[in-house]
């Protein structure tokens, strides 16, 4: 599957809508992925992320050490590799081995992305001073890809203990919103 | 509709899942309304929730004034009083009048709740370090409401410019994810 560079403002409308997404990130030894809901955007261009990554995480050191990482979007067909990903931890397992997910190298992060997903979003770490208090990290966008052959993903949403809200139909109401 | 207490343990389910909502305060003069997507769950209990709110919004001088809201979430058929609370300011109208939502009183804030809305989460600014630089006020819940008729509120999900997607159907997978 062949991925499409994604315009940078157009972003927001790809996690503003709440999907469970899967970060990954690189050590100097592996890469890891982690499930994660608590995000939220903050700015339109450059997309602006915050995330909260509990520092019980794998990922919390790797993302303090090496400060890059990739959101990537998955859809329905996943959903039994996220929750195995929110359900293990990279200290003990190679998530990428053993759940089947394909690395793909990305532009600008050492971070791979995740194959299988419809969308990659390659980040940086631009802010760390929420990080010890409330374990927020604040992103910057970089780069981000998406599968033109995808015309309504359907994204799944976290409601709690493995409970899962699918997109559903999709609405458009005369708008001046962004 | 009679709203039932909800546990703060659960209120985490509620927004995790990305739903828009409707952020109401109250100045000394009047309410306000201010559509929101662009919020985290960072804490399950007690629940903390990071919104970011433009300085340019009639709702950002009011809340750090005042440091109460409630966050009302809206279900489908709101849709169209939902994008004109995004397209209008309560600089200008009165939002409540205009939209005919109901204004409920709140246990412990001042901010009224929207009596139309499924669940109602009352809140405290905890935290302003990120507002100068981010517009990221940081809310503690206080209280919650739920309407216990609903058992599977189609809420409605911000694409961009008034698309939205609305709530599908739900899957459960077993899961030790909190």
Same mark, same amino acid.
């Given at each position: 599957?062949?991925?499409? +560079?994604?315009?940078? +403002? ?8 709440? !999907?469970?997404?899967?970060? #990954? #990130? ?7 992925? %982690?499930? %994660?809901?608590?995000?939220?955007? %903050?700015?339109?261009? $450059?997309?602006?992320v915050?995330c909260?990554i +509990? ?6 050191? @790797?993302l303090k050490s090496t400060k890059e990482c990739? @959101?990537? /979007? ?30 793909? #190298?990305?532009?600008?992060v050492?971070? !791979? ?10 980040c940086k770490v631009v802010e760390e001073?929420?990080v ?5 990290f604040i992103l910057e966008?970089?780069?981000?890809? /998406?599968? $033109?052959?995808?015309?309504? !993903?359907?994204? @799944? ?16 109401? !005369?708008?001046? %919103?962004?």
């Amino acid at each position: 599957m062949a991925k499409k +560079s994604f315009p940078l +403002s157009k972003v927001y409308g790809l996690l503003e809508p709440g !999907p469970v997404v899967l970060l #990954t #990130t690189a050590s100097k030894t592996k890469a890891n992925i %982690m499930t %994660m809901s608590w995000y939220t955007m %903050m700015e339109f261009e $450059p997309p602006v992320v915050g995330c909260v990554i +509990s520092n019980r995480n794998y990922t919390f050191n @790797i993302l303090k050490s090496t400060k890059e990482c990739a @959101i990537n /979007i998955p859809t329905l067909e996943l959903a039994e590799k996220v929750v195995g990903c929110g359900n293990s931890s990279g200290r003990q397992i190679d998530k990428f081995n053993v759940f089947g997910l394909t690395q793909v #190298t990305a532009s600008c992060v050492k971070a !791979p992305l995740i194959g299988e997903c419809y969308a990659n979003i390659e980040c940086k770490v631009v802010e760390e001073k929420m990080v010890a208090k409330y374990n927020l990290f604040i992103l910057e966008v970089l780069k981000a890809w /998406i599968d $033109p052959t995808r015309q309504n !993903p359907r994204t @799944i949403h976290h409601r709690g203990r493995g409970i899962f809200m699918v997109a559903g139909e999709t609405i458009r109401l !005369p708008s001046k %919103m962004k």
